[in-house]
């Protein structure tokens, strides 16, 4: 049982990193001409906000399936 949870973890936390990035990105992105610009506590905010959101759709879904086909490992992101 510690093992899935320990998994569900590494999992969720790699989700929501990326996810937060891509935040990053689409916040720095839409209305930034130089790195002056860049609004950096409304940039924090938007990205601590979005790895909570994701944090929480991984509790009501897992965020990886795995399964074995033809004694290959495939993992498989769902994204719902």
Do not use: H, Q
């Amino acid at each position: 049982m510690k093992t899935k949870i320990l998994k569900w973890v590494k999992a969720a936390g790699i989700r929501a990193v990326k996810t937060m990035a891509e935040t990053a990105l689409a916040v720095i992105g839409t209305n930034t001409i130089g790195i002056t610009d860049v609004d950096w506590l409304g940039l924090l905010s938007a990205c601590a906000l979005s790895g909570v959101v994701t944090i929480l759709f991984n509790i009501k879904r897992p965020p990886i399936r795995i399964k074995i086909v033809n004694s290959f490992i495939l993992f498989f992101i769902i994204l719902y």
